[in-house]
């Protein structure tokens, strides 16, 4: 799925009140190419991959750097500033160490700050308020693209006792800023949708709650309304595709209290987005987004939108699977049952945590009726049968070509023997198992956990062929494919 890319329009925002301001949105996201930071085009960013950006910022005039911290290994943890406003806004990313969508945007955003388009934006946004991003919060989980930080904690439930230094310098720049806004800004779950709908939740909001009773004072009825406003936004680009999150209060974690200190606070989670496994369409919302709501905070427009427009926005689930095959024939012990199956293409790191590859699993099957899958396949006509291992030994598993494993599957064989698998090879990358010559295939089942490969045949023809996750058109040779498994 393709973003449908807008006519560049100045359009005027719904609300009524006592300003309205021209929505800048198209002009952003037509630029957007423009600003963005092409050294971070992958998810797997590291802390000295944002140095030289930092040093770049740090020598372009109106910008300032400044190290407020160090992480458990001795990271600096940077501060970035622009602007002259009374409003100071609070940007922090990448508190959990594999969620960095949104850190590649704050450096789009800088980089559109410091060029010498849309001045008069720009100057109401440097004018009235003073900007400030912290873009990797957890450099040390960044490191090994994982949640948590080097001593084990969740810097997420770390704002009472403050027992990270990332969770103290988070709070000690909270409370030297008294910032007025904050954008906790996160990674979600890529298997999020949007409640009772088939669509992912590519972006997710919530106005924390800064105490049980879920009261809204000034502060987190400001955030709730920048969250409606950043959601009309999306809605052109993804419709359907936004969730809220479940507001229950949460006293150990940074959004609610930061919220409860005094700070309209927004989090922010870019989730799923269908063909788009490095998030650079989800960095391109949050660019367009994010820049916006800074613009309606400058211009102070935010404040006649309706409040309860936030609780029009569907609340987010977690009903998805990357594929769904619904209504297969499945035989076991002599009869026929219809099965719906749910799987998941789960990623395994590669050494240094740079790269990664599928270890698909089966994580649901059944009556499926209430989840969806980013891809969805009706085998109604079909017959689920296991797939074999080809008779042919091969010395070199190189002999091996696309067109070749083609014939493979169409025969039913869904594996292939070699005695010489390179000891590094972690994957393979055409559409058939690699076995060694010793690996015995266990019974087939289908069942939950285990790695989903099997046939689909009709009257006795094998017309699709699912290996590691994926759906392979056995006719036609079509459907997406990243690795098959290696076993050895």
Sequence with gaps: MKLKILPVLLLSLVYTGSSQAQDITSQLYETYDTYRETTLDKRRIKHHQLQPLLRSLKATPGFQVNQVGSSIEGRPLSLISIGTGETDVFLWSQMHGNEPTATQSIFDICNFLKSTDFQMEKKAILDNLTVHFLPMLNPDGAERFQRRNLLGVDINRDAVRLQSPESRTLKRV?????????FNLHDQSTYYNAERTEKPATISYLAPAYNYEKDVNEQRGDAMKIIVFMNNIIQKYAPGQVGRYNDDFEPRAFGDNIQKWGTSTILIESGGFADDVEKQEIRKLNYVSILSAIYTIAKGNYKDIPLADYEKIPENDRKLFDLKIVNATYPLLGKNYVLDIGMNRLEVDKEGNNDFWYSSRIIDQGDLSTYYGYETFDASAYTIKAGRAAPTLLSDPGQLT??????????????????GIPSDWLDFQLPIHLISKKYELPDFAIEVGVNPTFILEENGVNRYAVINGFLIDLESGSGTFRNAMIYR
């Design 174 to 182: 909270r409370d030297s800023l008294d910032a007025d806004f904050g």
């Design 402 to 419: 696309e067109k070749k494993v083609m014939e493979l599957l169409r025969q039913g064989y869904t594996y292939v023997r070699s005695e």
